[in-house]
């Protein structure tokens, strides 16, 4: 049984799903929380991506946080008791991630999670919590890089259920790119006259740099400069809209490209041909990172160290973000390197090791 609720994690369940089709014994049963409730921001990509339909959608939908991760566990207990699936793979780290590996476990359903040992280490996020949480219950560990394997052998998980597998994200940007490169209407969503620079494609969704308004109109005030010398595209999560439109942040009179959020092929095209992308999505630090395009994370922290390590990434302070900028203009970008297993076959080692797992369980 495969969870997943936010964006990314669709697009990390993509290739493991593909990787299972027509198995011979074993069966993937998706299960969408509904977590994330946009339909912008999840249904396209059912269709985009190749995602089957969900088998078990519970459709939790808006509510508290509290709430929300209650209405998760009560609706995902009764699947797994109708069910009763070998085992229960989570991604990521989002409520979801941590509420169904607790039901899982309190029902003694073996529990994969992908993802695992991403650390941040910064107990102030709400996604650190939910990493430490499911981490602390899971009975295996799949891992993107060898960092988070450290993290979890220090935190005394043993070696034998530790398997470092690789990205599946970058399985799934691997087998689009040739799709992404022959989008061509990129050029149709940026600011008029592109300008000899290029352009800069921004994300904002965390709630340090979105629910706190002086800190989010600090950010637009450096990105309004940065407009004045290099475009901008913005697709604006629907959280941070309704901030700016709450502050009466009139955007609209810079030189930025201000949109709904796109499809993903569309998207990938946009970081692919952007000058610099300015986010503070880790999911984004590690596609900058295989794409070779300069990020600038405007973070104090990222639990995806590898991206600044090998990559293309770089912490910023929020008032360096014009200096970063102008140096990338000048080709003074970060340059990186892939790091090792980010090869597209992610998936392929993943399901060697729960066809041995769930035989064993």
């Given amino acids: 049984m495969l969870i997943a609720s936010g964006r990314p994690n669709f697009i990390k369940i993509v290739p493991l799903m593909n990787s299972f089709e027509k198995h011979a014994t074993i069966r993937p049963v998706l299960v969408h929380t509904g977590q994330h409730y946009y339909g912008n921001m999840s249904d396209p990509f059912f269709s985009e991506l190749d995602i089957p339909e969900p088998d078990i959608n519970l459709e939790v939908g808006a509510a508290p946080h509290a709430a929300q991760t209650a209405l998760i566990m009560e609706r995902f207990e009764k699947v797994c008791l109708d069910m009763r699936p070998d085992m229960v793979m989570v991604v990521g780290d989002v409520k979801s991630t941590a509420a169904c590996t607790l039901v899982a476990s ?190 600038l994370t405007i973070q104090n922290n990222t639990e995806r160290p590898i991206t600044i390590w090998e990559g293309t990434n770089k912490l910023i302070d929020v008032n360096n973000i014009e200096k970063e900028v102008d140096n990338i203009i000048k080709g003074n970008g970060k340059k990186g390197k892939v790091p090792d297993l980010w090869d597209g076959k992610s998936s392929e080692r993943i399901r060697g090791i729960l066809e041995r797992l769930i035989v064993e369980s």
């Fill in 106 to 295: 309190e029902l003694s359903i073996p529990t994969a999670h992908y993802e695992a040992g991403l650390r941040s280490h910064d107990r102030s996020m709400p996604e650190e919590m939910n990493r430490l949480f499911t981490d602390g219950i899971c009975d295996y560990f799949f891992t993107t890089s060898s960092d988070a394997n450290d993290n979890l052998m220090r935190e005394g998980k043993a070696a034998e259920h530790i398997f470092l597998v690789g990205n599946l994200m970058i399985d799934a940007l691997i087998r689009l790119l040739p799709e992404v490169d022959t989008i061509t209407n990129s050029s149709l969503i940026l600011p008029k006259g592109k300008g000899k620079n290029g352009y800069a494609l921004v994300t904002l969704h965390h709630p340090s740099n979105v629910d706190n308004i002086e800190m989010l109109m600090s950010i637009m005030k450096h990105l309004k400069q940065i407009a004045v010398k290099l475009p901008v595209v913005f697709p604006v999560h629907p959280r941070t809209l309704q901030q700016l439109r709450d502050v009466n942040c009139n955007i609209l009179n810079w030189n930025v490209s201000l949109i709904e959020p796109v499809g993903y092929l569309l998207f990938l095209s946009l970081q692919k041909n952007a000058t610099v992308v300015i986010t503070d999505s880790g999911s984004i630090q590690e596609e900058t990172t295989v794409l070779g395009v300069p990020c």
